[in-house]
Structures are given as structure tokens and as C-alpha cells.
């Protein structure tokens, strides 16, 4: 292997570290309730870390609007007022004002376990990943397809670190089905949703960050692509 080889190896292994960073994010920020010990990530500056922001509009302006809501947040002041907005909106008592679930977008009658949340099922057998809460949600939460990205990052990530770029095409590809199939096909409608109807500048900014990334991450996977193939 000669020093040009070397050299896109490592860059294609540092750009699958930030794809793993930022779906990690996201995963955790509409898997489940926020936690404090999240929250305090993001009071920290964890987005000043995150990829890309200088690429897309989209995703800068998504960061800003988060950083900018947690230098007036205090934790004990303003936590369960940002709880109660994931609650509220995607859980429930009452009803809601927005679904976080892909068939709500793409079914024309807006109903839940449908065949659009059978075929993303299939998806995640396909590459052995079970989702949280399996049986109890539906497989076409939000959470659970940006954890499924997550996984098939890391898993990606491994067989870049191998050199088996026979394996590592068919994860991006795999990736790549996923992106247009079904992430890209209703977040954009979900995040309007949300921007309409959140009471706090950091679901706002996140469904931003969210829309932002998928985009250029779509671009990321079918550069490395062009490369390995």
C-alpha cells in the first residue's frame, strides 16, 4: 500500500468519526426524553464539535440556535421546561402535535405500524440491528433509524479500519438506500412540524442541525463511494 493509499484511508476514517459523532447526537437528542446528563453536553459546547456546520446554511443556523438557547438555560431553572417539550410534542398525554414516526409522513392515512414501518424492520434485520424497545415502538421512530445510521457507521468504520472495502460498499450503500428511502423522504415535513410547534428554541434548532446533516451526509457517503468502489 503506497503513501497516497495511506493517506485516503485515514481521511476516509476520520470522516466516519464524524458521521459517528453526529449521529450520535442525533440519535440520543429524539430517541428518548432529554436527560440531564445530555443536557449538560449541550450546555458545554458539544455542537461547537460538530461536522460540516461551515457547509450547509441549514446546519450552521440549527448550531447557533442551540448554542444561543443554552447561554440564558440553567438546569435547574429551565430542565423540566425542555423535558415537557419532547414530552408534550412526540409522547403524549395529550395529543400530538407532532409524529415522530416515518409512516405518519408517507402514509396517506397518517396511521402507525404500517408497511412502511415493516420494510424499515426488514432493514434492520438485514444488518442484524435490533432497536431499542423492539416490539413496544415503532421501528420508524425518528430515534431508532438515526440509531440504525449510527450503527452502520460504527460497523462501517470497522471494515474501513480492515480494508475490506467489499464489505464497507455494501454498509454505505446500504446507508445510502436508507438516506433516500426513508430518512430523506419525510424529516424535512417533520422538522417544519416541529419548528411550528415547539415552545423551545433547542428541538427547533436540532430538527435544523438534523435536516442539515442528512443532506451533506448523503453527499459524504457517495464521495467515499466514488473512491472505494
Same mark, same amino acid.
Given at each position: 500500500?503506497?503513501?497516497?493509499?495511506?493517506?485516503?484511508?485515514?481521511?476516509?476514517? !476520520?470522516?466516519?468519526?464524524?458521521?459517528?459523532?453526529?449521529? /450520535?447526537?442525533?440519535?440520543?437528542?429524539?430517541?428518548?426524553?432529554?436527560?440531564?446528563?445530555?443536557?449538560?453536553?449541550?450546555?458545554?459546547?458539544?455542537?461547537?464539535?460538530?461536522?460540516?456546520?461551515?457547509?450547509?446554511?441549514?446546519?450552521?443556523?440549527?448550531? +447557533?440556535?442551540?448554542?444561543? *438557547?443554552?447561554?440564558?438555560?440553567?438546569?435547574?431553572? &429551565?430542565?423540566?421546561?425542555?423535558?415537557? /417539550?419532547?414530552?408534550?410534542?412526540?409522547?403524549?398525554? *395529550?395529543?400530538?402535535?407532532?409524529?415522530?414516526?416515518?409512516?405518519?409522513?408517507?402514509?396517506?392515512? #397518517?396511521?402507525?405500524?404500517?408497511? +412502511?414501518?415493516?420494510?424499515?424492520?426488514?432493514? *434492520?434485520?438485514?444488518?442484524?440491528?435490533?432497536?431499542?424497545?423492539?416490539? #413496544?415502538?415503532?421501528?420508524?421512530?425518528?430515534?431508532?433509524?438515526?440509531?440504525?445510521? *449510527?450503527?452502520?457507521?460504527?460497523?462501517?468504520? /470497522?471494515?474501513?479500519?480492515?480494508? &475490506?472495502?467489499?464489505?464497507?460498499?455494501?454498509?454505505?450503500?446500504?446507508?445510502?438506500?436508507?438516506?433516500?428511502?426513508?430518512?430523506? @423522504?419525510? =424529516?424535512?415535513?417533520?422538522?417544519?412540524?416541529?419548528?411550528?410547534?415547539?415552545? =423551545?428554541?433547542?428541538? @427547533?434548532?436540532?430538527?435544523?442541525?438534523? !435536516?442539515?446533516?442528512?443532506?451533506? /451526509?448523503?453527499?459524504?457517503?457517495?464521495?467515499?463511494?466514488? #473512491?472505494?468502489?
Amino acid at each position: 500500500m503506497n503513501q497516497q493509499q495511506l493517506s485516503e484511508i485515514t481521511e476516509i476514517q !476520520n470522516l466516519f468519526d464524524l458521521r459517528i459523532f453526529a449521529y /450520535d447526537i442525533l440519535r440520543r437528542s429524539f430517541l428518548e426524553e432529554p436527560t440531564k446528563e445530555l443536557i449538560a453536553q449541550f450546555e458545554n459546547g458539544v455542537l461547537n464539535f460538530f461536522p460540516f456546520k461551515e457547509e450547509n446554511s441549514q446546519l450552521k443556523d440549527g448550531i +447557533e440556535l442551540v448554542n444561543h *438557547y443554552f447561554k440564558s438555560f440553567d438546569m435547574d431553572k &429551565n430542565f423540566e421546561e425542555l423535558h415537557w /417539550d419532547f414530552t408534550r410534542m412526540f409522547i403524549g398525554p *395529550y395529543e400530538l402535535p407532532v409524529h415522530i414516526w416515518e409512516s405518519s409522513y408517507v402514509n396517506k392515512d #397518517r396511521l402507525l405500524f404500517q408497511e +412502511e414501518t415493516l420494510l424499515v424492520r426488514r432493514l *434492520y434485520l438485514e444488518n442484524c440491528f435490533e432497536p431499542l424497545h423492539y416490539g #413496544r415502538e415503532a421501528d420508524d421512530h425518528l430515534g431508532l433509524e438515526l440509531d440504525y445510521m *449510527y450503527h452502520l457507521s460504527n460497523i462501517a468504520n /470497522d471494515f474501513a479500519k480492515e480494508g &475490506n472495502t467489499i464489505k464497507l460498499n455494501k454498509i454505505l450503500a446500504d446507508q445510502d438506500y436508507f438516506l433516500q428511502e426513508h430518512l430523506l @423522504k419525510w =424529516t424535512p415535513f417533520f422538522g417544519k412540524e416541529v419548528i411550528h410547534h415547539s415552545e =423551545t428554541d433547542f428541538y @427547533k434548532g436540532m430538527v435544523k442541525i438534523l !435536516n442539515g446533516f442528512l443532506t451533506i /451526509d448523503k453527499a459524504c457517503i457517495k464521495e467515499v463511494l466514488s #473512491r472505494t468502489n
